[in-house]
């Protein structure tokens, strides 16, 4: 049941507005000149840290970057003594172990006492030696454990044809690129330059060189066992390969790489892939000012965020996605969005075919990435919210870019009726057991999270419920329900960003708030509010976590948890008006929110996010949006967002 409200009374008309005129007027001071929004976009310590270590690589050292980097890394050491994957979450092993190395490389003392406390969690929890594919890789590039130590993942694997059950276009697009540089890595083993010669034996329990069981179980399926033995036979027969394939491989690989390049944003425009690219021209000999050497180079020092006294390094940057979300909350408060939707015009993709066009050969692009610039990788969930906004400012010159993005998405709806976030079809799950991928985190399949929006956009633009894939999709999201009435949320956390996004998609689409699906996930929604009349939820809900719930409540969460109450008929529900009491209650003097946990993930169980902008433009969002409902005479939300 949900919580009785310990809020004396619900917010006033005048106070409601006067949240909102101070919301609005923080995002509108965050808006850049030529209408687009951009916020930072934090990880864990992973990404600062593998930046620590690729300038030690290099030989390439910041010293004054590399001191604010410490600060950074210093103040979000957990209490456990390691580092977590999210703020106030427990203890993980390789993210401490990359942290600990790069605090070394930084210059701290190994026997300081936050380095002592490091070490001795990292002991605790198996020693260096249990650290994922991708940790122990990152130590054989600085000969900290022997290559043997990573799975095998021949280079020669450029050459496999598409029927192949193993093929590059069968793994995610960010798989893909960040594979395809490491593998000229491995095929080549380099070793970093580390001229300060810093190395941390001191974290393994059994020596590096007598370890026995890198690649171990448990193994998640027989497929598992059977790649196990697969890796087994490899690793003996790939002395002999011939070394004119391996060549001409390393051709392949550096080809595949140059052709998306993409400037100064990057090999598909995330730091895996980037800081990859940047070693592996650096391994070929190519020198730093070399075009495609500097222009990588260049790329990976862009993410970085730099103040006074910290600095950090990001996983991506999002300024499609954070335009799109600030332009609908602005819209929904009644401001203008003509500066941002003319932003965001220019930057649909038109003329690249990506590599999504493998399973959809002859299909028009017509999608949006999620960074500045990505043209080989639009992203589906962008497109949806970036058209459904050009759509709702009604202005007749987006009509082209709204056809074209219809039909890009029309035609990216995979077999099962759903959509996957960057290319359709990306199913092959067997993939997912072999023992490079123990992040479990190598596809793309469809989720219910980015088929609501597609359903929401859809419906948006006319498309009715009888259309085969409006019917397709509906049945998809239908199977996709949790039992408890929630759905899972892939790229936000978790079971109320999932139920929020299809409880929208469900309402543009026409299916009435009597279907006893939406009555379950409205029950599902009400049953997690917390006391203070907020929601929160766990990331640890990746795992074994409660749905939907955790120790606090967010501003973005009881956003979603509000929006998705009101689309489905709910805005007069005491328990709404609870949540916007909440939102008002705890807004800042300078109209924002403050928001430590994360809510959104990169990867669950392996790699979350803090999105900076959602703390602003989320609850911006709902509370227009029910004083509008209040205002008006239905209590149906007329957008599919």
């Known amino acids: 049941m949900p919580?009785?409200?310990?809020?004396?009374?619900?917010?006033t008309d005048d106070a409601l507005a006067e949240t909102i005129a101070r919301a609005q007027s923080a995002l509108e001071q965050r808006q850049k000149p030529d209408g687009h929004w951009v916020f930072e976009l934090e990880a864990d310590a992973t990404i600062p840290a593998e930046y620590v270590l690729l300038e030690h690589f290099l030989d390439r050292i910041d010293a004054p970057l590399q001191a604010k980097i410490g600060v950074y890394l210093r103040s979000i050491q957990g209490a456990h003594g390691g580092w977590p994957l999210f703020h106030d979450g427990a203890f993980d092993i390789s993210a401490s172990?990359?942290?600990?190395?790069?605090?070394?490389a930084i210059g701290d003392d190994p026997d300081a006492p936050h380095m002592r406390r490091a070490r001795e969690a990292i002991l605790a929890a198996g020693g260096a030696e249990r650290t994922n594919v991708f940790t122990r890789a990152q130590l054989a590039l600085f000969g900290e454990v022997p290559w043997r130590a990573v799975p095998v993942m021949p280079l020669e694997i450029m050459h496999l044809p598409l029927w192949f059950p193993f093929h590059l276009s069968k793994v995610s697009y960010w798989s893909r690129t960040v594979i395809v540089p490491l593998l000229v890595l491995m095929a080549l083993r380099p070793r970093a330059r580390n001229a300060r010669n810093v190395h941390v034996p001191e974290l393994f329990r059994t020596p590096p060189e007598q370890v026995k069981d890198w690649i171990r179980g448990p193994y998640r399926s027989a497929w598992g066992r059977f790649f196990k033995q697969l890796d087994t036979v490899l690793r003996a027969a790939q002395p002999f390969f011939p070394r004119r394939p391996r060549e001409s491989a390393i051709a392949k690989a550096v080809a595949f790489v140059t052709e998306r390049l993409n400037g100064e944003d990057g090999l598909g425009a995330i730091y895996p892939a980037m800081a990859n690219t940047v070693m592996m021209f650096d391994t070929l000999g190519y020198p730093p000012d070399h075009p495609h050497a500097a222009i990588a180079w260049q790329a990976v020092r862009k993410l970085l965020v730099v103040q006074e006294d910290r600095a950090y390094c990001q996983p991506c940057l999002s300024p499609i996605w954070d335009t799109g979300l600030a332009g609908h909350a602005m819209a929904e408060a009644g401001a203008a969005t003509d500066a941002a939707c003319d932003w965001l015009r220019g930057k649909q993709i038109t003329e690249t075919v990506g590599d999504w066009a493998v399973r959809r050969p002859g299909l028009r692009p017509g999608?949006?990435?999620?960074?500045?610039?990505?043209?080989?990788?639009?992203?589906?969930?962008?497109?949806?919210?970036v058209a459904m906004l050009l759509h709702r400012n009604g202005d007749p010159a987006h009509d082209e870019s709204i056809a074209r993005a219809r039909e890009w998405i029309v035609?990216?709806?995979?077999?099962?009726?759903?959509?996957?976030?960057?290319?359709p079809e990306n199913t092959h799950h067997h993939l997912n057991h072999i023992p490079f991928a123990d992040h479990g985190a190598l596809l793309d399949p469809p989720t219910a999270d980015v088929t609501a929006r597609c359903v929401s956009f859809l419906a948006q633009t006319g498309m009715e419920t009888d259309d085969p894939v409006m019917a397709r999709a509906l049945a998809y999201l239908r199977r996709e329900q949790e039992p408890d009435g929630s759905w899972f949320g892939r790229w936000g956390t978790n079971y109320i960003y999932g139920t929020w996004s299809v409880l929208c998609a469900l309402n543009a689409a026409g299916v009435p708030p009597e279907d006893p699906m939406v009555r379950r996930a409205v029950a599902w929604l009400l049953s997690v509010q917390r006391e203070d009349g907020g929601w929160g939820e766990d990331e640890e809900s990746y795992a074994q976590a409660p749905h939907g719930r955790y120790k606090e409540s967010t501003p973005s969460q009881t956003a979603w948890a509000l929006l998705g109450l009101m689309a489905a008929g709910e805005a007069e529900n005491p328990g709404v008006a609870r949540g916007i009491a909440y939102l008002s209650s705890t807004q800042r003097t300078d109209g924002e929110w403050t928001e430590l946990p994360y809510t959104a993930v990169g990867f669950p169980r392996v790699f979350y996010l803090r999105y900076h902008g959602y703390r602003l433009y989320f609850p911006l969002l709902a509370l227009a949006r029910y004083r509008n409902l209040r205002r008006g005479n239905t209590q149906r939300v007329a957008y599919g967002f």
Not at 3 to 11: D, G, K, Q, R
Not at 97 to 104: E, P, S, T
Not at 411 to 423: H, Y
């Open 411 to 423: 035609g990216m709806q995979s077999s099962d009726g759903g959509w996957g976030a960057f290319e």
């Open 3 to 11: 919580f009785e409200t310990t809020l004396a009374s619900p917010v």
């Open 367 to 385: 999608g949006w990435a999620f960074q500045y610039e990505n043209a080989h990788y639009p992203d589906v969930d962008d497109t949806a919210v």
């Open 97 to 104: 172990v990359k942290a600990y190395f790069a605090l070394k």
